[in-house]
Structure formats: C-alpha cells, structure tokens
C-alpha cells in the first residue's frame, strides 16, 4: 500500500515538471524582451512577435496534442514535449540570429500546449476517484511555481553584470526540462489508454461530443476555461506593479512585485489542493467566481473614486488573487479532465485547452484597449461581469462530481436526457 502510495507521489511530480516548465516557459519572456528588444533593435512589431510567437506554438500543439496522446499514449506524448521544452531552452540560449530564436520560442510553445492538454489528461486517469482533485490541481500549483520561479530567477540574473543575461534567464529552463526528461522513463502509462487502445470500432470522433449525452460537459467544457480566461487575471497581473506602487509599497523594480503576486498566486493555490476533494468542485467555484466578482467591482470603485494610495486596493487585489487562485485557476482543468468519457476525453480536453488560449489570446489585445477606451476602472468591472455570468454557469451547469468514478460522472450525462 505505502509503495503504491509512493509510486502515485513520484509519477504526479513528474508530470507536474509539464507545469513547472509551462509556467516558467511563458513568465520569464517578461525578464527577457526589453534585453532582446535593446540587443536585436527589435521593431514594435518584431517584439509583438517574439512573445505571440510563443502562442502560436502553444495552439499547433493542443491540436495535435489529442491525436498523439490517443495514438502514441499519454507518457510518450509528454516525452516529445519534454525534448521540445529542451530544444526551445538550448536554442533560446545558443542560437545567434533572432528568427533562429523565434523557432525555438514557437517549439517551446507547441510543448507547452501539449502539456497544458496532456498533464491534467494524464493525472485524471493515474489517479484514485478520491484524490483526483487534489492530483489534477498539484498541475496549477506547479504552473505557479514556474512562473514564480521564472520572476526570481530573472531577478537574480538581472543583477549579474554578464553580456546576454538574457540568454541565462532562458537556459535556467534546460534543468527542468532534463528533469522531466529523466522523470518521465520512471512513471506508468496511462491505464485507461492502455484499456481503451483495442477499442477501435467505437466512434471516437468530435461529432460524439454534439451526442445529446455530451452537450452540457461539452458547453461546460468551453465555457470555464473561456471564463477563466475573462475573470480579469491579466489585468491584474498586467496592473499588478501599479497598483503596489500606488498602495504605497516601494519595491525597486517591477520584477519584484511579480515576485509578490507569483508567491500570493502559489500561497492561494494550496487552498484548491486542501477542499477539492473534501468541500468539493462546485462548493469552491460558486464561493470562487462570487468572490472575484466582489473583488473586482470594489478594486474598480478604488480606482473610479481615486482611493488607490491606501492598502484598500492591495486587499481587493490580493481578495482577487485568493478566490481565483482557489476556483477559477486550477478547478478548469480539474473538471475539463474528468467530465467525459475515456474515448473522447483526450480530443475534449485538448478542445478545451484551445478554448482557453484563444481566448487568452483575445483578452491579451483587448485589455489594453479597454483600459484605454473605457478606463481602469471600468475595465475592472468589465471582468466582474464576466466572474457573475461564470457563477451564473456554474450554478446552472455543473454537477457535483467529487469523489465519484469517471464512469459513475458519464452516467449522470446519460441519466439527464432520460
């Protein structure tokens, strides 16, 4: 019993480095573009296009993702993005020509969508029905670590006096990437894959997710990372070094204020990981999307009466951080990896992920020209409109699925069109 308790420890840390490594992937850009931006002269265009290129890669690899994790298998599948994640860090780090290196970022983003996709499949299918939870949100705590690891690591580096930090601050993510290399020739196969593999007369397309029985995981399956995504997170992050300095918190540069709300984002996230399992999925998202609604309408009111030089406005901020980092962050991968069934669920869950980083992808152009065009403070209640109409869904939507068998959840979908 203790060895298998331990076998299950060692394979969800492994498949957490896919976090880590997403995580530190996308957050140590922010370290590096004003170094690459003075070295390269990059134009404002080039610039947009070293961070996007990134996400690019992120969305060729979710949709690929499923077909290679239903052909090649789950661990294999995530060995590919390991190697991608090293080849992006060493080509980042060593090759001279700036296309060169847009190559390698687009590589890094094609394994990070396949982990974004892979890892939370993966875990749900590893785990006991009792600690799926718990297992599948250890995935967002590792992407929290990473980007928190990514803003310390560039704060280090940056005090260095060497030509090209920004090169270091790219190599640091080789030593993970090995890592998950390694790890992943120590971990099982998924189980379910293993099961599922001889079932080939079964209809596994897309279409079977339009089947009446899917239509609602299907809608919920899209619209909670869609949500996630317009919760505000971005504004926040993206206002976050603002905000410090106008609640009267001097920091020395805006690096260490991503320190602060990385370590708030870690600190929060733990609380996911303690009541998935216990309080349950449904319990933390209504108390979740209630509470970032409350948040963002009061952080709006700061700014829209000038209230903004107190720590009134760190509170409503970091009250923000705490219920999304508890519910809206972590509890979509949670539920996108176990609401359906096993021939279908790696092309669902891939679906799913492709939701979330278009819409990303939207919010990333529209937040400034909403800041722009209707104010600070309207844009934050903009995302609180967001946060309601995800409560909204979420009440009228999502069953309570903790603790039961994968197969026990399908059978609530086949019991609500009888």
Not at 73 to 95: D, P
Not at 171 to 191: C, H, K, R, Y
Not at 327 to 348: N, Q, T, W
Request: hydrophobic content about 55%.
């Amino acid at each position: 019993m203790q060895q298998q308790s331990n076998k299950l420890v060692l394979t969800t840390m492994v498949a957490c480095l896919g976090g880590f490594l997403f995580g530190f992937d996308m957050a140590v850009v922010s370290g590096v573009l004003p170094l690459v931006q003075k070295q390269f002269d990059l134009t404002s265009f080039q610039e947009g296009w070293f961070v996007s290129s990134a996400l690019v890669g992120c969305i060729i690899g979710v949709l690929f993702s499923s077909t290679l994790s239903d052909r090649f298998g789950r661990k294999k599948t995530l060995f590919l993005s390991a190697l991608f994640f090293l080849l992006a860090a060493l080509g980042c780090t060593f090759l001279p020509d700036f296309s060169l290196i847009i190559i390698a970022r687009i590589l890094g983003g094609m394994a990070v969508g396949i982990t974004s996709s892979v890892v939370p499949l993966y875990l749900s299918e590893i785990a006991p029905d009792n600690k799926r939870g718990r297992l599948v949100t250890f995935y967002q705590l590792a992407i929290t670590i990473g980007i928190f690891s990514a803003y310390l690591s560039n704060s280090l580096l940056q005090k260095l006096s060497v030509e090209n930090v920004w090169r270091l601050m790219f190599g640091v993510g080789m030593l993970p990437a090995v890592l998950f290399l390694l790890g992943l020739t120590l971990i099982p196969e998924s189980p379910r894959w293993l099961k599922e593999r001889p079932a080939t007369t079964e209809d596994t397309g897309y279409k079977q997710l339009l089947t009446p029985a899917l239509r609602r995981a299907l809608l919920i399956g899209i619209l909670l990372p869609l949500f996630s995504q317009f919760s505000g997170i971005n504004a926040i992050i993206y206002y976050g070094p603002t905000i410090l300095l106008k609640a009267g918190i001097t920091l020395s540069n805006s690096l260490l204020s991503q320190l602060f709300f990385g370590a708030a984002n870690v600190l929060f996230t733990l609380i996911a990981i303690w009541k998935v399992d216990s309080l349950g999925r449904r319990p933390l998202y209504l108390w979740g999307t209630a509470g970032a609604t409350i948040s963002l309408i009061l952080t709006g009111i700061c700014f829209y009466t000038g209230a903004t030089s107190g720590i009134l406005l760190l509170l409503c901020v970091l009250s923000f951080l705490a219920f999304f980092a508890f519910s809206i962050g972590p509890l979509k991968f949670v539920i996108a990896a176990e609401i359906f069934p096993d021939s279908i669920r790696a092309k669902a869950l891939s679906l799913s992920i492709l939701v979330m980083w278009i819409a990303d992808t939207i919010v990333g152009q529209l937040t400034p020209m909403l800041l722009h065009s209707l104010g600070i403070a309207e844009t934050f209640w903009f995302f609180a409109l967001f946060c309601l109409l995800a409560f909204i869904a979420v009440y009228k939507l999502l069953p309570e699925t903790k603790g039961k068998s994968l197969e026990q959840i399908q059978s609530h979908w086949k019991n609500l069109i009888h």
